[in-house]
């Protein structure tokens, strides 16, 4: 196949992909309505009381910033209190930038449910809408992570991050950098509509499972 194919098969699948992700996207959200006002309720009250949204800085495709939704599972203030303790932010860069729930303080008791069953991440329908993310690609990191990439961050940035990835399917928190590293570019290098899928079923199923999930 000739550069020129291959450039037109890249432009075709990104089209087709983008397409799929909003479709799918204003779908989702239109189901959750339900689930957003539940949970906007709880938030209300005890421990959970605080913004229905956590929101955090990433980094996306070419290095630029954007904010990713998640229902809050912390503690108002958790990246405060994360920060102004020496020894847990120690723990949470060497546990490749997540602590486990049974150590972590932030998380509140919906919290950790919400996580283990993924429930959390379901906000990031937003930001596959607004374009920040896809919903298949390399799991977005925050600014501390690219160090891990070395010499290959431009490659890892050079694809739109997604809510569903390789790393993510293959075992989730239970692989470590250096070892995602490698997951992610993969994914970078093989990016296609039957890896795609394979991706999805595979994230579907680990999710389903409650594999790695923290």
């Keep these: 196949m000739s550069q020129e194919n291959r450039t037109a098969d890249k432009k075709l699948y990104l089209f087709v992909k983008r397409v799929i992700d909003i479709i799918i996207a204003l ?13 906007l309720i709880v938030y209300s009250f005890g421990e959970n009381r605080g913004p229905l949204f956590y929101k955090q800085e990433r980094v996306g495709k070419g290095g630029q910033k954007f904010f990713i939704y998640k229902f809050r599972s912390m503690v108002v203030g958790a990246e405060k209190k994360l920060h102004h303790n020496p020894e847990l932010y120690q723990k949470y860069v060497e546990n490749s930038y997540k602590l486990p729930p049974e150590i972590d303080p932030r998380i509140t008791k919906l919290g950790k449910f919400l996580r283990k069953t993924s429930i959390d991440e ?89 594999e790695g999930a923290y």
Excluded at 29 to 39: R, V
């Design 27 to 39: 779908i989702a959200l239109t189901c959750m309505i339900p689930l957003f006002l539940l949970l």
């Design 122 to 210: 379901l906000p990031q329908f937003i930001n596959i809408l607004k374009g920040d993310m896809t919903l298949i690609g390399p799991r977005p990191i925050i600014q501390e992570e690219l160090q891990e990439y070395g010499k290959r961050v431009d490659k890892f940035l050079s694809v739109t991050p997604g809510a569903m990835g390789y790393w993510q399917a293959s075992g989730r928190s239970n692989i470590n950098y250096p070892e995602r590293c490698n997951y992610e570019l993969y994914y970078v290098d093989h990016a296609s509509f039957l890896f795609d899928t394979k991706i999805l079923l595979k994230s579907v199923m680990s999710i389903f499972k409650g």
